[in-house]
């Protein structure tokens, strides 16, 4: 047994082997303490994930310049091996290289961080992960339809970002604009409808509208578009069945609900103010040159109705 392990002492491959395991040991302990020990220092929640992430990656580095460094010495008479492998493994995990590309054009490029609300094809959410591979989601909408979390964890392989347009609800565009239609009688006083739909746009987006303004500014800036209308706009549109008043205004991309929601009570609230002066409308139909009706009735239903009159 003792000659037996000094054979393999002597193997200068199992002492490379055996010192490539230690070290990578060594490294895996350091940067699991690292991980807890760091982001204990600072406050915020993004910069603690980009610590942790930060080191990870700082990690992998580590161990593949390890590894190169304890075997330099056999690497040598492994190149044509290496590279015939290196060919094969390029084809098979083709999809794997595209997105771990992927993954650096993610870091590299601002598609988006963690928080953000994207759509990457047919999936919205809010990053929760990124990853060397894929990127995390908590999906929104799907059934809910109300930009609120449906509690699905999906997972994004990054090579879509090669793939399928990108729509970022955040970055540097931290607003969308949202529209309510409100149906008015015909006979009310649109006038006073239109006064009170602005007034209640103003007072629910109004603080949120100044806050548009100064971030528009700096986006003209940086990019090449038109300056546009901020301030909320309340148009009108005839209709079949009623007047519709559209409101056009800026909101959160995360409490695009809600602000609807107090737009809408609010009106309600104005509109009972009025006395009948406006009136919310509703679908009506009117039957215009109706056909003539015939009926039949039978000698039973005769019979009926003379026992009824007598």
């Known amino acids: 047994m003792e000659n ?22 060594v490294i ?31 990690g992998y580095v580590v161990v593949l310049l390890f ?15 290496l590279g015939l492998a290196t060919a094969g493994v390029a084809f098979a995990l083709q999809e794997v290289i595209v997105s771990l590309a992927g993954g650096i054009a993610i870091a590299t490029g601002n598609f988006y961080h963690t928080g953000d609300r994207v759509k990457i094809g ?4 809010d990053v929760i992960d990124i990853g060397i591979l894929g990127t995390i989601l908590m999906e ?11 509690g699905r964890l999906v997972r994004v392989a990054n090579s879509q970002v090669f793939k399928e347009p990108i729509f970022n609800y955040s970055v540097d565009f931290p607003f969308l604009w949202d529209r309510i239609v409100f149906p008015v009688k015909y ?46 706009l309340v148009t009108l549109r005839f209709t079949d069945n009623w007047i519709e008043l559209s409101g056009r205004f ?3 991309y995360r409490t695009r609900l809600r602000t609807a929601d107090k737009i809408f009570t609010r009106l309600l609230e104005e509109i009972d103010k009025t006395q009948g ?12 040159h109706p056909p003539p009706l015939e009926v039949q009735l039978t000698g039973a239903d005769l019979l009926e109705q003379s026992g009824q009159k007598s």
């Open 4 to 25: 037996l392990i000094k054979q393999w002492l002597a193997n200068p491959w199992v002492i490379k082997f055996l010192v490539a395991f230690l070290g990578l040991v």
């Open 277 to 288: 002066q406006v009136g919310i409308a509703s679908s009506t139909f009117e039957l215009v």
């Open 250 to 252: 800026i909101t959160d």
């Open 122 to 125: 047919d999936t919205t959410g």
């Open 140 to 150: 929104v909408d799907d059934w809910v339809k109300a930009d609120l979390p449906t």
């Open 67 to 81: 590894l190169a460094l304890v075997f330099q010495d056999r690497l040598g008479g492994l190149t044509v091996v």
């Open 187 to 232: 006979g009310t006083d649109h006038r006073l409808a239109r006064d009170i739909f602005t007034r209640v746009l103003v007072e629910v987006v109004g603080e949120y509208t100044e806050y548009a303004k100064q971030v528009w500014t700096q986006i003209v800036k940086k990019y090449y578009i038109e300056e546009t209308m901020i301030d909320p």
């Open 28 to 58: 895996r302990l350091l940067v699991g303490f690292l991980r807890r020990s760091l982001p204990r220092y600072t406050v915020d929640s993004q910069a603690r994930y980009r610590v942790r992430k930060l080191i990870t990656y700082v």
